[in-house]
Structure formats: C-alpha cells, structure tokens
C-alpha cells in the first residue's frame, strides 16, 4: 500500500475537498510567510521566520482538530448543538461587556489562567449553524408551519447576530445570510424567509439607532466610514487603493513570483484581511482564479454530497458550514478588488490568524464527518 493511499485509509470523507484543503493550506504557508516580512522586522527584530512557524503550528493544529472533528460520528453534533449554542451565546455577552478592544471593537475575548484570546463570533457561527440545522432537521413534518417551525428557529439566529453585530457587522451578516439559506434548504415557507429579512433590517436600524446614541456600544460610525469611501469614493480607503496596486502589478498571468511582493510593506494587514491581494501580486491571474475556483469547488463537492445525505441534519448542517465559509472568502475577495465595502472578514484556511484557522478546520472537520456517513451510505446501498 502507497503512502498516499495509507492516508486516504484514515481520512474518510470526500477525498476532494481533503485535497483542496491540502492545497489551500500550502498556499496559506507560503503567502502568510512573504506578506509578514515588515511585521518581524517591526515586533520580531528581523526573525522572518517567527510568524512562519507560529502560522505553521496553528496549521497542524487545525489539521490535528479536523482530524479529531471528522472521526466522530456527525450525529453527535446534532445531540450537543443546544449547549454548544448557549455557551457561544455566553461568551458573547462576556465578550461585549469583557472584550479586549482591537480596532474600536471587543472581539477579542482573554481567558483566564491559560491568557488565550479568541473570538467567540467563529464559535457562535458553528453553534448556531448547527443549532439551525438540527431545528429543520426536527421541524421537518410541520416545516411550514410558522408558529411551531419558523419561531423556534428565528429566535436563536435574532440573538446571535444582534451580539455578534455591535463590534463586527460583516460577520453578523454573513451568518444571516447563511442561516436563510438554510432555512431555503429546509424547505422553510418562502414567506417566512421575507419575513426574516423584515425581522433582520429591523433589528439593524434598531442597531443604529443605539449606536448614535451609545457610540461605545455599536460601531456605527466606522459602518458609516466604511459605506462612505465605498460608495462616494472611487479610488477607495487607503488599504483598498494600497490593494489595488498589489493586484495591478501582479496583473500579468503569472505575477512577480513567490516572495516578490512590493505592496506588502505598504499595505495594511496583508496577511489576514488583505492577503488576496498579496496572492494576486505575486502569483497573478492565474493565482487569483485558482483561489476563486478552489473555494467554489469546494461548495460543490459539499453540495454534492447534500445530495447523497440520507438525513436531514446531515445535509442542512454541510450546506450552511460549506456555504459560511464560501460566502467568507468571497467577501474577503471581494474587498480587495473594491467590490464591496471593507468588511475585515479573513480568507479562510489561508489569512495568518489562530482562531479563524482552528474553527474553520472545526467546521470542515464536521462536514468531512458527514462526508464520511455518506459514503458509507453509499456503500451499503451498492
């Protein structure tokens, strides 16, 4: 038996989306390790080699927690899904009221003892994610029912995303779109959907009306911002105008070459918010589209497999997970080209940062968990 076939005995699933998760974490080492050269030379006295390896670690250890998440079996997600939602809404509410503050915001949540920051936003969009998946899942015989379906599964989404908004609103609204999909998926009455929007824009200006009234409470000044250089200003922020002439001078197919990047000492977080850019410049087009094309692959190997799911929760939950992390990366993409406002959304698997890393490795993990039940499904069926 070849090595390569040694490891395919151990990683079950689809073995796509594992190679494309090997190949989005190859390129992730190698852009996060040429984006960060100003950043050693500014904290690290010139140890170019710091971040690499940090970066490097959290990858093993987010290969090492994917592992772990897709070897257990995908219904225990659905069994703890209740709990793992409370306590990502605990520790939301800590995080607004204890938060460190990055950027104006409290994202950042230090745990005692141990000092480890995390973002509890990346463990609420699991939680909740799965929560949502388990209610459709268990709603299924009165699904358009809006009393006994739709309330129940409204709730959760309404709380998360309000806690979620005041210090990060780009996060908040991608998990709100997720969540509709979803409940598109789960065969939710499409009235109930519209009503969610309603419910949804509410709960926004309901935000901002706070926020003009407590500044330190919600953001919406940097939302304004934001919304501003987007809309009325056509060269964009500095660091969209600093990504613009990365993607310009690696315009060409194959762009400067690994490592050459110039923009990188110029351009604010190339190697978390604006690490497309970094990709472009220094591997072109050609590395661009193959970005685009690997996270849109990796969508339709998930939606693939929905089609396969015997059951529900397995389905649903692959869907909003591989359609969360999709939506992701193309906002982060977006950005960098100027086609939304600046949103501060990562690129998952590939920007440098611990939190983002290891729960995007979570939620892959429990996707290949579900892949895993599929294919022996498919199995006993043959």
Not at 253 to 269: A, F, K, V
Not at 312 to 336: K, R
């Amino acid at each position: 038996m070849s090595f390569t076939q040694r490891i395919f005995t151990r990683l079950k699933g689809d073995r796509v989306i594992w190679l494309i998760v090997a190949l989005l974490s190859l390129i992730s080492v190698l852009v996060v390790y040429s984006s960060t050269g100003t950043l050693a030379y500014k904290y690290q006295s010139g140890n170019t080699e710091y971040y690499f390896m940090k970066h490097f670690i959290l990858l093993v250890a987010g290969w090492f927690l994917m592992y772990i998440a897709h070897s257990l079996h995908h219904l225990r997600y659905q069994r703890f899904a209740p709990v793992l939602l409370i306590v990502s809404i605990f520790f939301l509410i800590l995080t607004l009221v204890f938060g460190g503050l990055i950027n104006g915001a409290s994202r950042w949540l230090t745990l005692p003892i141990i000092g480890y920051s995390f973002q509890a936003s990346d463990m609420a969009k699991i939680g909740l994610i799965l929560y949502v998946a388990r209610a459709i899942s268990a709603k299924q015989e009165v699904i358009k029912d809006f009393k006994q379906a739709f309330i129940p599964i409204i709730a959760p989404i309404g709380i998360v995303c309000v806690l979620i908004a005041p210090a990060n609103l780009s996060t908040a609204l991608v998990l709100f779109l997720t969540c509709m999909i979803m409940m598109f998926v789960g065969r939710i009455n499409l009235k109930a959907i519209g009503f969610l929007v309603v419910v949804g824009i509410g709960l926004f200006i309901l935000l901002l009306v706070i926020g003009k009234a407590f500044p330190a409470l919600v953001r919406v000044d940097t939302w304004i911002s934001r919304w501003n250089d987007f809309m009325y200003n056509n060269e964009g922020a500095y660091q969209v105008q600093q990504a613009k002439i990365a993607i310009a001078k690696g315009g060409k197919l194959w762009g400067l070459g690994p490592g050459n990047s110039e923009q990188r000492n110029y351009l604010p977080h190339p190697y978390s918010d604006f690490i497309y850019a970094i990709v472009i410049e220094e591997y072109g087009l050609l590395g661009g589209f193959v970005m685009i094309f690997l996270y849109l692959l990796l969508l339709f190997r998930i939606v693939r497999m929905v089609t396969l799911a015997p059951k529900a929760f397995g389905a649903i939950a692959a869907v909003g997970l591989g359609v969360l992390i999709t939506i992701q990366a193309l906002a982060n993409m977006a950005v960098s080209v100027h086609m939304v406002p600046v949103t501060g959304q990562t690129l998952p698997l590939v920007s440098m940062g611990g939190n983002s890393v290891l729960f995007t490795c979570v939620a892959l993990g429990i996707i290949q968990s579900i892949g895993k039940y599929v294919e022996a499904a498919k199995d006993e069926a043959d």
